[in-house]
Every structure is written in structure tokens, then in C-alpha cells.
């Protein structure tokens, strides 16, 4: 379906609900759930706060590792971002990063309420295999799913546009299609409103589909 250029989505409201251990303590709700999901230190939470305009929702660090808990922020009242803790942080130590990893995985298979996946990437790397591996799970599992390409500040427009191409180029070598693609960054709000704009057409689909 075509996005309708000229709507845009307001943040009139974004509230921390709960920080869970794992998916039996996650809200109950019958709510759409988009989730953040990279590894540590790609930008989640700061994407969070950029998006809804929040600069303290989610816990920000420099140092990788911060978010550990599963969180959940509800929006408008209407819909819920989720902010999880990242993987492929080494110093984390191998029996904590096992145990964010079942969580993240057991949230990501089970839980009803997800309606669209959101794999964070630096967009100054090229492909590494934790996290094409990821997205080739998701892709086995019927998981949906975007991909969004974070810190853009931090590059030349010719050298971002240069990267996303050669990862497209990646996944094509996999995938017949590639997913939604998008790019952000936290210090200049880049992407934010294409973003909202996707999660808002999506939430418009579900309650087509009601
Ligand atoms: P974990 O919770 O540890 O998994 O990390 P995270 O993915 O939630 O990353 P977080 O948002 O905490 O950001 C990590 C670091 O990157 C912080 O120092 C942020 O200020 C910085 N950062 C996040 N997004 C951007 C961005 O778009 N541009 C730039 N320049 N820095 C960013
Ligand atoms: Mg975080």
C-alpha cells in the first residue's frame, strides 16, 4: 500500500511501562509491539528517544551492554515500542550474553503482540555475520521484519549510500527480496519520520484487518 505522504504521525504521548526479565513478565495487552533489536551499542534506545522526541525514555550509554532487561514503552496509547538488549557484546561474558539471548529469542518467537521487527545495523560496517545470520533467522522464522541503518551522521552521504548498496547486495545473495530498509540517526533525526510513517501504516493495516 502507498505511503500517504502528507499524514504524519504525532507522538502525543510515550510512557515506560515495565522492564521484564522475560516473556511470562511482559505487559499483557492486545496492543501492536515494534521492536528494536541490534547489536549492543547500534543505537536502540537512543533511537527510541529520537522518535518519540524523549530524550530520557530509554537508558542511553556509551558503553555497550547498557539495556538488559526487556522494556516496554507504550505510545499514544495505541501501540507499544520495545526496546531489547543487544547482542554480540564479548565483554558482557559468555553466560550473560547467553542469557540475553534466550530472552531475546524467546521474547522474538513467542510473543503475539509483534508486529514489525526492527534490526539496527551501523551503518559504517560493512556486513558482519552476527548479524546477517540474524536477519537469515527472522527470514526462516516468518518473523516481520525492517532493517534500519543507524548513526548516519557519522558518514558522508556518498559513503552511507555506498554501504547500504553493498548490503543489499549482501542479502540478495540470500534473499529473493529485500526488506523495508531505512536510515537513521539519533543527533540530526534522520529517518524519524519515515519511520513513524511505517509503523503507523502498519498499524492502520491491522485495524483494516480487525
Ligand atoms: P545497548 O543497550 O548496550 O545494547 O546499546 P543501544 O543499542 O541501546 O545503544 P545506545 O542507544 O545506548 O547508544 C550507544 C552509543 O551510541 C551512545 O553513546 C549514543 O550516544 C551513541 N549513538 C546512538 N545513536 C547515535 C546516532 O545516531 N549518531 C551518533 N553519532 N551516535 C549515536
Ligand atoms: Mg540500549
Redesign the pocket.
Known sequence: MPFNKNKKMIIRSANFVKSSAELQQCPEHNLPEYVFI?R????????INMLTGINALAK???T????QLINHFEINKSWYLV?L??YG?TKTGKKQRAVFADMNTKFITNRENIACLFV?IDSRHEPQSIDTTFVDWLGANGIPFAIIF?????LKPAVLTANIEAYKNHLLETWEELPPIFT????NRNGKEEILNYIDQINTDLELTK
Do not use: A, M, Y
Not at 184 to 187: C, I, K, N, R, T
Open positions: 541490534g549492543s551499542n547500534v543505537g536502540k534506545s537512543s533511537l542511553v550509554s556509551g555497550p551492554g547498557k539495556t526496546d538488549p543487544g557484546f539496527l543507524t548513526k548516519t551522521d557519522k537513521s540517526s539519533s543527533v
